[in-house]
């Protein structure tokens, strides 16, 4: 027998190590320049100033025609996220099937519509929703068709991605047996497919509601214009109103979408036809409910297609050629992406480590309930008093987005590591490992990927969301877009589009990536 | 004394009695094989002695410790002493080899070491000369997805070995190995317990490999004790006996006396060989 | 058969006249709306709440109805109103000057309070130490709307001839969005001194919503030409000479009509002219929001 020769070393200690140093390379500057000081958290005189603003928010406003406003403003904008969804819907099955690699012998991707996808969710709704403007004047018609492209886009990109995820087996068999692709898709993926897309459809419109806030900025009404002004005027009193409202709306659509979840999983009954009382109800509710939301908010499409439409959208679009290239804006703006940049990650990795830890404790009731408040109130909101907390700047900006998407990620994160298998955190803790060290070792690898790609995703939409912050003061692209918009200076606007544009393409790439890598 | 179970017996919650009436005993370095048709009991039993599920009826004392009073810092301090290798390996796909055999001394290892092992292998050294008795020292950085069933099922054991428990308790530990790696593995097993002193408890379903690696036999049926005997005493009239509802063959490994015959099973210089 | 062929006779009369009724209505309701806005310098229920008993006056001198569109962003009403989306609207002198180049010099300001031919913007702040503009280097800084005349442009140009860039003197600059925004950002602290028109800040002081004791003016602008009510330029020039009136009319010895002229802070309103505004567009170019 041979000598044992000396261990080997651990050949990923290199790539790990480095890659930790890189990690800390790039972090390091963003979290400087994110101006990370938690410290002002604590600072006496602004925790004067936020108990004072949070003290305001009692009692709630009850006054009789500020309720009427926003009762108004509460049906705008269940109607504006309806309608936004709904049209979102009309684009997205569409470029969904377009995009997809499902049911696809080769499983080639279509370049043009991918990329048509990565316009659409790459320009925030904001910036959709101000070309709107000019074509429908002032109201929820624009805001609605913002919503609309926008999340089009996303819907589109996440349906494409949900059918590529499912089992292919069932579409593959079909297809070699004679079917076309859209009968593959829909008898062979759909079936698998459809609960996720169901309920991420239903999630979307939650997101959506929470959406409205950013269209409240251009004048497209709804709760979120309500807020706008409550907050921009510290009106504690009716913000606390406006919010109880929003959370109630946000529990209402948790409700319809867990019920969606359990009909979907319901078996059907054992008849023909595979439509019970749920499906018809709904298959009643759901159309009403969209004509309702369009007549209410007194949308003429019609508009859109006339020729003075055209021409004025043709004349605006025009003003946004060529942008300003020169190189003083072009490093104005550079340093505005690198700000954005820094908000959303250091927003972002502020989420997952508060999202983990509050994703973690067995009794679930008060963290969920913690989780769902944090996730309810919209990043625009938290940006108010975090600005308050900490001082107006990208730190506001990066706690705001970081306070939202902790209640986003701590959800999907509880929910992950549920569905983790317990068994190999179970073993070590038979073999006498404490808990947390069974965690670390047996159930975070398991959960590991998904949370990764969890975050990675909201890292995605973040990016998209600091882009905005800039409009309540958090620096970045945003402020820079808002000032130049706000004077008519399309050519240096446009700059700032194309590079939002640009940087949420390069995150969405860098993320997809790391997704990868991290497998 | 390694473990003394008296009158124990098992309900789930669900009303199911899993074990009744059991008690068997036996001293330190004690190597016994549990047979019976599936479903008899042998994973409760396992379970009743690595402190997973608490008897609901007798007393089970397991390595001096009265496990029934169920005490969180005695269960802590026990609970290292035992190693279970379960049938399906609890290691999570994504862990590396090393990381996953490590895992064995968590219940040991002060938390600090614990933590940084897994920035870096503490115990490249340990973990690899483990791997290399199950003759798996190749895939010492793979990742565990990235292996075959029977060779994950052998990281799972390389863990328990690693652990260097008092008292080894393997349900079904080479049922995804071929017969020929299953009878090296099973025969490693015999011998890391029996150098060690350590007592081992195996449910096997191959009564073959029961037999020929196993000195004392504890044929389980319906949740009761149907003989507790040593393996040259078991008849093939008992294991039928034992098997009568799984039909007229006797499990064996893959159901092929390829290696040994029930005759050659008392054969002593076979027995040698194995143990 | 003859019954029938009256029958699809009376049934295509009555097809036909309620085409030409929806026609009709529709035509008359166009014709008959005089869709007004204003630009946000306050939160826009207030805004409503001031415009309620003029919207009112104006529909019975005109003998239109009268819809006031409230909006949360200055360059929404400048768009809506190069694109036609509604006829007359309240805009600041700077807002004009955007309006004026976006409707390539159509848009007409016809009259103006006689406070906005000699108004001015306070600096305040929350802060003892700041005694001048010159203390307000390193400290953070909120104007109201980036193209607000008396929150952004004049104050911005004033700050300029002290020697002052905001971008690069101040530690951060954030765009409140509305003047009483700006007072509520200072009292909270949330900047450390701001600036806002003077006619708001007054009010504020007037209804006591600001606490003088903790927020005080340390700096006031020189006077300079602001608000106004502008119409579109292809508006019907009598509609436009009927509003030029009414608006003229207002007499504040009339008790109807000083509550009017309260809700506006105006004494009474004065006819204006694009030129006024020429100071304000030069200002604007040197301040470089204008390019």
């Given at each position: 027998m041979l000598l044992n020769p000396a261990p080997p070393r651990d050949p990923a200690a290199r790539g790990r190590l480095s890659g930790a140093l890189l990690a800390l390379v790039i972090l390091w500057p963003l979290f400087r320049a994110a101006e990370f000081k938690p410290g002002a958290l604590f600072d006496s005189s602004n925790l004067k100033v936020i108990g004072h603003f949070l003290a305001g928010f009692l009692p709630p406003e009850r006054g009789a025609e500020f309720l009427a406003y926003l009762g108004k403003a509460t049906l705008e904008t269940l109607a504006i996220a309806t309608a936004g969804l709904a049209l979102a819907c009309v684009i997205a099955v569409p470029l969904g099937y377009l995009a997809t690699a499902a049911g696809r012998e080769q499983p080639t991707l279509n370049p043009l519509t991918r990329s048509l996808l990565t316009v659409l969710r790459g320009i925030p709704e904001l910036v959709w929703a101000l070309l709107f403007v000019r074509i429908f004047g002032l109201g929820p018609a624009a805001g609605v068709l913002a919503l609309g492209l926008t999340y089009g886009g996303m819907l589109a990109k996440v349906y494409a991605e949900i059918l590529e995820s499912v089992d292919p087996a069932p579409a593959h068999a079909l297809r070699r047996s004679g079917a076309g692709r859209l009968l593959a898709i829909l008898y062979g993926l759909l079936?698998?497919?459809?609960?996720?897309?169901?309920?991420?459809?239903?999630?979307?419109?939650?997101?959506?509601?929470?959406?409205?806030?950013?269209?409240?900025?251009?004048?497209?009404?709804?709760?979120?214009?309500?807020?706008?002004?409550?907050?921009?005027?510290?009106?504690?009193g009716e913000a606390a109103s406006i919010l109880l409202t929003f959370?109630?709306?946000?529990?209402?659509?948790?409700?319809?979408?867990?019920?969606?979840?359990r009909a979907l999983d319901t078996p059907p009954a054992a008849r023909a036809s595979p439509f019970g009382w749920r499906s018809i109800s709904f298959l009643l509710v759901l159309p009403s409910a969209v004509i309702a939301s369009f007549h209410w908010l007194e949308i003429d499409f019609g508009e859109l297609f006339t020729a003075g439409a055209a021409h004025s959208i043709g004349e605006f679009v025009a003003g946004f050629f060529p942008p300003d290239l020169s190189s003083d804006w072009l490093a104005r703006v550079g340093l505005g992406i690198w700000e954005t940049l820094a908000i959303s990650v250091v927003g972002t990795l502020l989420a997952a480590v508060a999202g983990l830890l509050l994703a973690l404790p067995k009794w679930r009731a008060p963290f969920s309930f913690l989780?769902?408040?944090?996730?309810?109130?919209?990043?625009l909101v938290w940006a108010t008093i975090t600005a308050l907390a900490v001082g107006l700047g990208p730190f506001a900006g990066a706690l705001a987005l970081a306070l939202h998407t902790t209640g986003v990620l701590g959800r999907l994160y509880a929910e992950a590591l549920d569905n983790a298998p317990a068994a190999p955190g179970h073993a070590l803790r038979l073999a006498g490992a404490p808990a947390g060290l069974s965690f670390l070792y047996g159930t975070l690898p398991g959960a590991a990927p998904q949370l990764i790609a969890y975050t990675l995703y909201r890292w995605e939409m973040n990016i998209r969301m600091?882009?905005?912050?800039?409009?309540?003061?958090?620096?970045?692209?945003?402020?820079?877009?808002?000032?130049?918009?706000?004077?008519?200076?399309?050519?240096?606007?446009?700059?700032?589009?194309?590079?939002?544009?640009?940087?949420?393409?390069?995150?969405?790439?860098?993320?997809?990536?790391?997704?990868?890598?991290?497998? | 004394m390694s473990f003394a179970l008296d009158g124990v017996g098992l309900t789930h919650a669900n009303g199911f009695t899993a074990l009744s009436d059991i008690t068997l005993r036996a001293n330190k370095g004690e190597r016994i094989a549990l047979i019976g048709p599936s479903g008899a009991g042998k994973t409760s039993l396992l379970s009743v002695l690595g402190t997973a599920l608490a008897p609901t009826a007798g007393v089970a004392e397991i390595l001096d410790f009265g496990q029934n009073l169920r005490l969180t810092a005695g269960l802590k301090a026990l609970r290292p002493r035992i190693g279970t290798i379960h049938q399906a390996p609890p290691i999570p796909g994504r862990q590396r080899v090393v990381t996953?055999?490590?895992?064995?001394?968590?219940?040991?290892?002060?938390?600090?070491?614990?933590?940084?092992?897994?920035?870096?292998?503490?115990?490249?050294?340990?973990?690899?000369?483990?791997?290399?008795?199950?003759?798996?020292?190749?895939?010492?950085?793979?990742r565990c997805d990235q292996l075959s069933g029977g060779q994950l099922q052998r990281v799972g054991i390389a863990r328990v070995l690693y652990q260097q428990a008092e008292l080894i308790l393997a349900d079904e530990p080479v049922s995804a190995l071929d017969p020929a790696l299953a009878l090296a593995t099973a025969r490693q097993l015999a011998a890391d317990a029996e150098a060690r002193g350590?007592?081992?408890?195996?449910?096997?379903?191959?009564?073959?490999?029961?037999?020929?690696?196993?000195?004392?036999?504890?044929?389980?049926?319906?949740?009761?004790?149907?003989?507790?005997?040593?393996?040259?005493?078991?008849?093939?009239?008992?294991?039928?006996?034992?098997?009568?509802?799984?039909?007229q063959t006797l499990p064996t490994l893959a159901n092929e006396p390829r290696f040994t015959t029930l005759a050659a099973a008392n054969d002593p210089a076979t027995r040698a060989a194995c143990c | 058969?003859?019954?029938?062929?009256?029958?699809?006779?009376?049934?295509?009369?009555?097809?036909?006249?309620?085409?030409?009724?929806?026609?009709?209505?529709?035509?008359?309701?166009?014709?008959?709306?005089?869709r007004v806005s204003a630009i946000p310098d306050e939160a826009p229920t207030e805004l409503q709440r001031k415009f309620a008993p003029l919207g009112k006056y104006l529909e019975a001198q005109t003998g239109m109805k009268v819809v006031f569109t409230p909006v949360s962003d200055y360059a929404a009403v400048v768009e809506s109103l190069a694109t036609k989306k509604i006829d007359l609207a309240w805009l600041g002198g700077f807002t004009f000057v955007q309006a004026k180049i976006r409707t390539n010099g159509t848009a007409i300001p016809i009259v103006q309070r006689a406070e906005d031919a000699v108004f001015t913007s306070r600096f305040i702040t929350a802060d003892p130490t700041i005694k001048a503009l010159s203390d307000l280097k390193g400290k953070t800084f909120a104007f109201g709307a980036p193209s607000s005349t008396s929150g952004s442009l004049m104050p911005r140009f004033f700050l300029q001839q002290a020697g002052l860039n905001p971008e690069k003197d101040?530690?951060?600059?954030?765009?409140?969005?509305?003047?009483?925004?700006?007072?509520?950002?200072?009292?909270?602290?949330?900047a450390e001194a701001g600036v806002l028109n003077a006619s708001v800040w007054d009010k504020l002081v007037e209804q006591k919503k600001v606490d003088t004791d903790k927020v005080h003016v340390f700096a006031t602008t020189p006077p300079y030409f602001d608000y106004n009510w502008t119409v579109r330029g292809d508006l019907d020039p009598a509609l436009v000479k009927k509003l030029t009136d009414a608006f003229l009319k207002l007499d504040p010895a009339n008790p109807e009509h000083k509550e009017i002229l309260g809700l506006q802070r105006a004494a009474k309103f004065i006819p204006t002219k694009k030129e006024n505004y020429e100071g304000i567009e030069k200002a604007a170019h040197s301040a470089g929001l204008l390019k």
């Open positions: 079936p698998q497919a459809s609960k996720e897309l169901a309920s991420y459809t239903v999630y979307r419109w939650e997101c959506a509601i929470r959406a409205s806030v950013v269209m409240g900025f251009v004048g497209a009404g709804g709760l979120g214009q309500l807020m706008d002004q409550a907050m921009k005027m510290l009106n504690g959370m109630l709306l946000v529990f209402a659509a948790d409700g319809v979408s867990g019920w969606l979840r989780l769902n408040t944090l996730r309810s109130v919209p990043e600091a882009a905005i912050l800039g409009f309540v003061g958090a620096g970045g692209l945003g402020q820079l877009l808002y000032f130049e918009l706000s004077l008519f200076h399309h050519a240096q606007a446009s700059t700032v589009i194309i590079a939002m544009l640009i940087l949420s393409i390069a995150v969405d790439q860098t993320s997809a990536w790391l997704r990868q890598r991290l497998r | 996953a055999v490590l895992a064995g001394k968590l219940g040991q290892w002060p938390a600090w070491k614990s933590l940084a092992s897994l920035l870096y292998p503490l115990d490249v050294a340990g973990a690899r000369a483990t791997l290399e008795r199950l003759d798996l020292a190749d895939k010492l950085f793979a350590a007592t081992l408890v195996a449910s096997l379903h191959a009564v073959d490999l029961a037999l020929n690696c196993f000195p004392r036999i504890v044929g389980i049926k319906a949740g009761r004790i149907a003989f507790d005997l040593p393996a040259g005493e078991v008849s093939e009239a008992l294991l039928h006996d034992l098997y009568a509802s799984e039909g | 058969m003859t019954l029938s062929a009256t029958r699809r006779l009376a049934l295509k009369g009555a097809l036909a006249c309620a085409f030409a009724s929806a026609f009709a209505s529709s035509a008359l309701a166009a014709d008959a709306v005089l101040f530690k951060n600059v954030a765009f409140s969005g509305a003047h009483d925004a700006t007072v509520a950002f200072v009292a909270a602290g949330k």
